[in-house]
């Protein structure tokens, strides 16, 4: 992920949840620490995350619809999975992932 793109998922996810992210919003996702994570955050919105956060906010982009379900997270696009069922599944999912940010931002 690039700086660029953490700075577009802030957005995303904002609208996602229904309110903005600040900078100190998305340090407490990532599990940052209160006084530096903002800073770090905006030090990475120019160069991009590094390490775990990375892949962190990966999976937490899944709750916005602009960005894909992962493929090891999909289990609605199978076999045993009606095709009919599989837009419901996913928008629960979404629904599931944007209730977690909601109660680590609390």
């Known amino acids: 992920m690039t700086g660029p793109e953490l700075k577009q998922l802030r ?4 609208e996602a949840i229904g309110r903005p992210l600040s900078a100190a919003d998305m340090a407490k996702l990532c599990g940052l620490e209160p006084k530096e994570g903002a800073d770090t955050i905006r030090r990475w919105e120019v160069s ?3 390490g775990p956060a ?11 619809d602009r ?8 289990i609605f696009d199978r076999w045993d999975v009606d095709e009919k069922e ?7 999912f979404r ?6 940010i909601r109660e680590r931002l609390e």
């Open 11 to 14: 957005q995303d996810l904002g």
């Open 48 to 50: 991009g995350p590094s």
């Open 54 to 64: 990375g892949k962190l906010l990966t999976i937490l982009a899944m709750a916005s």
């Open 67 to 74: 960005h894909p379900i992962l493929e090891n997270f999909n």
């Open 86 to 92: 599989r837009p419901a599944r996913k928008a629960e």
């Open 95 to 100: 629904e599931k992932m944007r209730n977690e």
